[in-house]
């Protein structure tokens, strides 16, 4: 157990936007069955910055965890399944109901005072959980409980617990676990400062006029006047960073704004993650590992910190070597504007990827951009998740949000009410700059249903301003609607702990990697990808030169991958003392990137996986390989049918985290995983290019 257990799943960090890779409704009436495990929605939606109400809604449920937790220390007699196990549930579902909200809320709250109040019951919260954690009643009670026959679900999650507890030094003399907890709180203000300094940190350069966008869609410049200064702002957040990388002309522009980008919460983050590197070292040395890495590895998939560095090992073998040859491509471009150019920068790599990919490719990412407005987008990801999965979703018209653009749902299974979420979608000031699924509520059989929200930055949600996507965005939704309907469908289990997306981090990823698929196929793109102005769907030629161009460019991705998994891994396997992050960012992006660093930059102050998923950001690449090998066992001639993709849902999503996951993912296949599909998929950017 560790502060960020109930992190938010984010999507991958944002490599230069080489490949087209992403970085990264309906209506149903009827009476609600299982009312009685219905709760109500979450008091805190109550569309004005009211922290009482929320801070009263967690207050209760403190209370309520702590009562169960008194209960469960004072049994007397034998230790049963009922009155042991059953009520450290109930304790984890009250805790679990405070630290997610509270989590969501300091990321999202348009209020200050509020986000600072949310930040505060955090650290309460995670204070309870450590102390928990540590509590050695706790831990003797369920050691007490007879493994003999418990049935399989029980039985593991006894085990995996107890496992847990150790992890977090229960079983330590009282020093040491005085020493953990202090860490622990340490550890949480430390992960607060360095989330809210990127949050914060709203940088942006500005341009003096519209020719210095030239090359940018027409609605952008539209949707970017002057100000009274007559000067024009451009931020360093996706829906203008994105598009000014890839097609501004003006080469000063884009260099202005991707150092900008690159220095976000620079330079106070540096120490804040100095010390998160500092303090998870000692923490991990105390418990009695080696480095954090070993520490955070042990309980994942890959195991081990070495397996981990392996892994990477296997794949930067496949893809070093072409990434180089890729870059050849991108200087000769390069030469055809500049003949002496000796290098291509990073501020040009996805400028020039765009226009290699018009040439070679004839795909036209911006004439693509029309068939993507944010509205039928987000329909369609509805409509397509409605078909596959079998579950319709029913808008909730008068939910209370926390903000006027976020939208509340609810998931039904015909009259079986599953779950609900909410969508908020795009930027604004003082809110989480990523893409993520944020929980609310765990779903627990017969007592709670799940409850998540995606929060993401896509264009769009202005007045008069259709909200054109990148396909790399499209494939961002579908990503992360994935990690929602594990949320939802893996909420009908016992056991709190191990609902929905709460499987091994390294698993976590998979499931949404493989709903990224739906994103390049004709048949699903034309059920909803319509231009904004004509109504006429995307023409099939484009969907399949968009696939091949995606081809172009996926060693180089792969290779940025690589280096932000290096970079994760190595700040946290060895003594802090020998650790300077600029170098270790210097030493693998020289090693995997073929394109030249760009000096007096420092991205690992805004790199917020660095905290979150602290050395195991690994886990993108490892997830891919499964989520590659799951999706080859789908019908790809039919991809709206229902038929695998509900089988996936049972075997798959269903168990959450209340099994083993490569037991999951090997009831699904009929055998272990393997890497074959992930290499063929690495392969297939290596060919010689088409035409
Ligand atoms: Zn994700």
Redesign the pocket.
């Known amino acids: 157990m560790h502060p960020n257990r109930w992190m938010a799943?984010?999507?991958?960090f944002p490599a230069p936007l080489l490949g087209l890779i992403a970085v990264a409704s309906l209506t149903l009436a009827g009476p609600v069955e299982a009312a009685g495990t219905m709760q109500a929605l979450p008091r805190f939606y109550t569309g004005s910055p009211d922290q009482a109400a929320f801070r009263a809604m967690c207050d209760a449920d403190m209370k309520a965890a702590q009562e169960a937790l008194d209960r469960l220390v004072s049994v007397k007699g034998k230790r049963t399944v009922a009155n042991t196990l059953d009520t450290y549930n109930e304790l984890m579902m009250h805790a679990l109901n405070v630290a997610y909200p509270a989590g969501l809320m300091e990321s999202v709250h348009p209020d200050s005072a509020y986000r600072a109040t949310a930040e505060k019951i955090t650290q309460e919260i995670d204070k309870f959980l450590t102390d928990l954690s540590l509590n050695r009643d706790v831990y003797d009670a369920i050691a007490a409980v007879d493994p003999k026959g418990l049935d399989a679900e029980t039985s593991y999650f006894r085990e995996k617990t107890l496992r847990d507890f150790r992890r977090s030094g229960v079983d330590r003399d009282e020093a040491t676990r005085k020493k953990v907890s202090e860490l622990n709180e340490h550890l949480t203000l430390l992960s607060q400062q360095f989330g809210r300094n990127i949050r914060q940190d709203r940088r942006f350069i500005t341009v003096d006029s519209p020719d210095d966008l030239k090359g940018l869609p027409e609605d952008f410049i539209k949707s970017h006047p002057a100000g009274d200064d007559g000067k024009i702002k451009i931020t360093v957040e996706n829906p203008d960073y994105v598009p000014v990388l890839r097609y501004a002309e003006n080469g000063d522009v884009r260099k202005r704004l991707r150092f900008e980008r690159q220095n976000r919460a620079y330079p106070v983050n540096i120490g804040v993650l100095d010390s998160l590197i500092l303090v998870r070292h000692e923490l991990a040395t105390l418990l009695g590992y080696p480095s954090w890495a070993a520490y955070i590895t042990e309980d994942k998939m890959i195991g081990t910190a070495e397996n981990a560095a392996a892994f990477l090992d296997r794949v930067s073998k496949l893809v070093v070597a072409p990434a180089r040859d890729e870059y050849q491509i991108y200087l000769q471009r390069k030469r055809e504007d500049v003949p002496d150019a000796k290098a291509v920068e990073q501020h040009e790599a996805s400028y020039y990827g765009q226009l290699i990919r018009k040439r070679d490719y004839d795909f036209d990412a911006q004439a693509a951009r029309p068939y993507f407005p944010f509205a039928e987008v987000k329909k369609g990801v509805m409509d397509v998740m409605s078909t596959i999965f079998d579950v319709q979703f029913k808008k909730i018209e008068d939910a209370e949000v926390w903000h006027p653009s976020v939208e509340a749902y609810e998931v039904y299974e015909g009259k079986k009410l599953l779950g609900r979420f909410f969508l908020d979608l795009h930027p604004r000031d003082g809110k989480y700059q990523h893409a993520a699924?944020f929980g609310i509520h765990k779903g627990i059989r017969g007592k709670q249903i799940p409850e998540a929200a995606l929060v993401c930055n896509f264009p769009g949600g202005k007045e008069g301003d259709p909200g054109l996507m990148e396909h790399r965005d499209v494939q961002t939704f579908f990503?992360?609607f994935g990690?929602l309907l594990h949320t939802i469908f893996g909420g009908d289990v016992r056991w709190a702990p191990v609902s929905g997306t709460s499987v091994e981090r390294d698993f976590?990823?998979a499931p949404?990697q493989m709903l990224e698929e739906w994103t390049w196929d004709p048949t699903v793109l034309q059920t909803f990808a319509k231009h904004y102005e004509t109504g006429e769907p995307i023409p099939v030629e484009m969907v399949e030169n968009m696939r091949r161009a995606d081809t172009f460019g996926r060693a180089i991705d792969v290779a940025y991958q690589l280096y932000f998994a290096n970079l994760s891994l190595n700040i946290y396997n060895k003594d802090p003392k020998d650790v300077n992050t600029d170098a270790v960012v210097a030493k693998y992006e020289r090693e995997l990137v073929p394109f030249p660093g760009m000096k007096d930059t420092h991205m690992q102050a805004s790199f917020g996986h660095l905290d979150g998923y602290s050395a195991v950001y690994y886990t993108y690449q490892w997830s891919l390989v499964i989520a590659k090998d799951l999706f080859s066992k789908f019908d790809h001639e039919h991809m709206l049918d229902p038929t695998i993709p509900t089988k996936y849902r049972k075997t798959v999503l269903a168990p959450a985290g209340s099994r083993p996951a490569a037991d999951v993912v090997r009831t699904f296949l009929g055998r272990d995983f393997n890497y074959d599909a992930y290499e063929s998929w690495v392969r297939e950017g290596l060919k010689p290019k088409a035409n």
């Open positions: 799943v984010l999507t991958r699924q990503h992360e990690h976590v990823e949404s």
